[in-house]
């Protein structure tokens, strides 16, 4: 049997309940993981409150187990399954409605688990690879990161902005970073951002724009959603980006394309959904993801762990918007 967090109505934390589940055996093409380290995402916060985007939430199946990423160990091989053994140690990182990484142990498609590297760490790993491998779409294929370009990046002491920031940093990028508080400051420094802009305190668009010599950032990631994503279009240069990847603060409102004419701009939205759906491109950004990790992009070893049994507090403590970097569960 295998501890498991099941959710059967959404809504607090306080949803979450613990229950006993047998992952039963491996089908065709499946592992068994018997897992070590459960990485969080403020995507599981949004689907257990329900908060997701109607075309993502609408999929969930209820009840459920959150989660999109773990670390673990492989238990037992179903038929066809080629490429692993008992006793490997692999990832994955979905986004593609298979939630369920709250778990001690769960069968899991073998085509979407990848071997991790020597010399990281189970916590680390969980904690980078989901977000690795989304950031690895937005920084190499959504808009392809050049030396010399100026990023705009909220959230920047968050978990998918202390990996943005360190890794468009490492690519020769100048990142300004944006955070809510002053606490997040340091952290924000740490992870390579060259500013941060205490958003609270400041008008971040002046001050993009300050710091810009007055033309504006090549590119802004937004994560943060409705709270800043609007005004974030002053902060961007004639002919360039804002690639929306987040609502942690509600869904944007529409916007008109009149609204982008003036400077020119661009606007896409990120989706890892999209960009990790088809199988081989997933696992080209694993492959790269994991040689970043291995390079040394990524400070290791920083991150909030809780046992599974406290998952409810880890949720309460990721929504309320003050940790920074990632949080991990270990069953
Ligand atoms: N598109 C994709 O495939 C994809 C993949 C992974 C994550 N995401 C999205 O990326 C964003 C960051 O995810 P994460 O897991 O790394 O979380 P996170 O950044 O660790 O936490 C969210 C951050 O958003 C900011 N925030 C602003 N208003 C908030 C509010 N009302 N409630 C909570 N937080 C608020 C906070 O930073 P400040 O206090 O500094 O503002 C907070 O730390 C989320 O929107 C998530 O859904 C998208």
Not at 152 to 177: C, E, N, R
Request: charge should be negative; glycine fraction near 12%.
């Amino acid at each position: 049997m295998a501890r498991t967090v099941l959710v059967s109505t959404l809504g607090g934390p306080e949803v979450m309940e613990m229950v006993d589940i047998d992952p039963g055996r491996p089908g065709p093409g499946e592992l068994l993981l018997r897992q070590t380290a459960i990485g969080l995402n403020f995507a599981d916060v949004h689907y257990r409150r329900g908060t997701a985007p109607p075309h993502s939430q609408e999929k969930l199946p209820m009840p459920f187990s959150p989660g999109l990423e773990a670390v673990g160990y492989v238990e037992a091989i179903g038929e066809g399954v080629t490429g692993f053994k008992v006793g490997d140690r692999i990832g994955y990182a979905t986004a593609t409605y298979t939630w369920g990484a709250y778990t001690e142990a769960r069968l899991f498609p073998a085509d979407r688990c990848f071997h991790i590297p020597e010399g990281i760490s189970d916590v680390d790993a969980a904690a980078l690879l989901y977000r690795t491998i989304t950031v690895q779409g937005m920084i190499r294929q959504c808009h392809v990161v050049k030396p010399g370009e100026t990023i705009l990046l909220h959230a920047a002491a968050g978990g998918v902005g202390s990996i943005l920031s360190q890794w468009a940093k490492h690519l020769g990028a100048t990142v300004i970073g944006t955070v809510s508080a002053g606490d997040k400051v340091e952290r924000a420094i740490s992870n390579g951002c060259a500013h941060v802009i205490v958003h609270t305190e400041e008008d971040f668009v002046a001050r993009t724009r300050e710091l810009t010599g007055g033309k504006g950032v090549d590119v802004c990631y937004d994560g943060v959603g409705i709270a800043l994503f609007h005004r974030s279009l002053a902060a961007i240069r004639r002919y360039g980006l804002m690639v929306s990847f987040g609502q942690a603060s509600g869904m944007m409102e529409p916007i008109a394309p009149v609204d982008l004419q003036f400077e020119g701009l661009y606007l896409t939205k990120f989706s890892g959904g999209t960009f990790n759906e088809h199988v081989d491109e997933y696992q080209a950004r694993a492959r790269d993801a994991m040689a970043a990790i291995q390079a040394g992009v990524f400070k290791l070893g920083n991150h909030l762990v809780y046992p599974l049994s406290e998952v409810k507090q880890a949720h309460v403590e990721l929504e309320s918007g003050e940790t920074v970097g990632s949080l991990v569960l270990v069953p």
